[in-house]
């Protein structure tokens, strides 16, 4: 994050574990701020329906209309109504509770868990968490958002907190974002998989990541990066405060450059890579 332009148009992150530390997060998690921050006290969205209702009518959203999630279970139906494969376009849904996200011990499946069910819309988590998820399936573009895919798609104000153990193109927020914008979100616990992994995207296409810092530790085989794996789009205002490791698990006869970075382990040609911090 670069603190030195002060403008409000980005966020500052700070990674505060103490009992101070701004209760939107409990305490236990990073605090998201910036020049004037004012914490909101209820959502300023006005809701065309719970998800719930939404889920129930097995219809497609209404376009230009925004859907609440408040709970475990409206969190599953979001990702169930991505997958099955309703409109997304031009909807928002958004957060208005920290959420669990899963309370067994079954794998998270992501939401938009194909390319031909890519999420297009709008969500919005507005600064809560998503803890505990768990994800351990040595599949391809394992996240909480498994595919996204639209020039107006927007994911932001998310934190996630778990362990992601996948195959390639995995990360902590979206496993693929082949078009969109991925903007102050966080990701913090652990993540180990293969190729092209990040801790806010897995591999970043048409796309940009803007204000985004990842705490969790990573390890891969190979395009390994702090914010992004793979990137041939634009990074601003990222930070990336953990460690990241090479798994040569393949001995001597491993081959080729793993190339690691702190904010990406590119194997494309990034558009614009441009203040961003890698402690």
């Known amino acids: 994050v670069d603190l030195q332009s002060k403008s409000s148009n980005y966020r500052e992150w700070i990674y505060d574990t103490s009992s101070s530390a701004?209760?939107?997060?409990?305490?236990?998690?990073?605090?998201i701020m910036f020049?004037?921050?004012?914490?909101?006290?209820?959502?300023?969205?006005?809701?065309?329906?719970?998800?719930?209702?939404?889920?129930?009518?097995?219809?497609?959203?209404?376009?230009g209309g925004?859907?609440?999630?408040?709970?475990?279970?409206?969190?599953?139906?979001?990702?169930?109504?991505?997958?099955?494969?309703?409109n997304t376009q031009e909807?928002?849904?958004?957060?208005?509770?920290?959420?669990?996200?899963?309370?067994?011990?079954?794998?998270?499946?992501?939401?938009?868990?194909?390319?031909?069910n890519a999420f297009k819309g709008v969500y919005d988590g507005q600064g809560y968490v998503l803890t505990d998820i768990y994800i351990n399936k040595i599949k391809n573009a394992q996240s909480l958002f498994g595919y996204v895919d639209d020039t107006n798609a927007l994911i932001k104000n998310v934190g996630v907190m778990g362990l992601v153990d996948g195959g390639d193109n995995c990360g902590g927020v979206?496993?693929?974002?082949?078009?969109?914008?991925v903007a102050n979100c966080w990701f913090g616990g652990e993540m180990i998989s293969k190729d092209r992994i990040g801790g806010i995207?897995?591999?970043?296409?048409?796309?940009?990541?803007?204000?985004?810092?990842?705490?969790?530790?990573i390890s891969g085989d190979s395009h390994i990066g702090g914010i992004?794996?793979?990137?041939?789009?634009?990074?601003s205002y990222c930070e990336n405060d953990a460690d990241l490791t090479y798994n040569n698990h393949a001995g001597p006869q491993k081959t080729?450059?793993?190339?690691?970075?702190?904010?990406?382990?590119?194997?494309?040609?990034?558009?614009?890579?441009?203040?961003?911090?890698?402690?």
């Not at 925004?66 to 309703?86: A, C, H, P, W």
């Not at 591999?203 to 705490?215: G, M, P, R, V, Y």
Request: with cysteine; charged share 20%.
């Open 22 to 31: 701004k209760s939107r997060t409990d305490g236990r998690y990073p605090s």
């Open 35 to 63: 020049p004037n921050y004012i914490i909101p006290k209820e959502s300023y969205y006005t809701a065309t329906a719970t998800m719930s209702a939404l889920s129930e009518s097995k219809q497609n959203a209404v376009r």
């Open 66 to 86: 925004f859907y609440s999630i408040s709970s475990t279970e409206e969190l599953q139906k979001f990702r169930d109504y991505v997958n099955m494969g309703y």
């Open 91 to 116: 909807v928002t849904f958004f957060q208005t509770a920290d959420i669990v996200v899963t309370k067994t011990v079954d794998s998270w499946t992501p939401i938009g868990d194909d390319d031909d």
């Open 174 to 181: 979206v496993g693929v974002l082949a078009r969109g914008t």
């Open 201 to 217: 995207v897995g591999k970043a296409d048409d796309a940009q990541i803007l204000n985004c810092a990842n705490f969790a530790t």
């Open 228 to 235: 992004v794996g793979s990137c041939a789009g634009f990074v």
């Open 256 to 279: 080729g450059c793993p190339r690691i970075g702190g904010i990406a382990g590119s194997d494309a040609t990034p558009k614009s890579i441009t203040h961003c911090k890698n402690i």
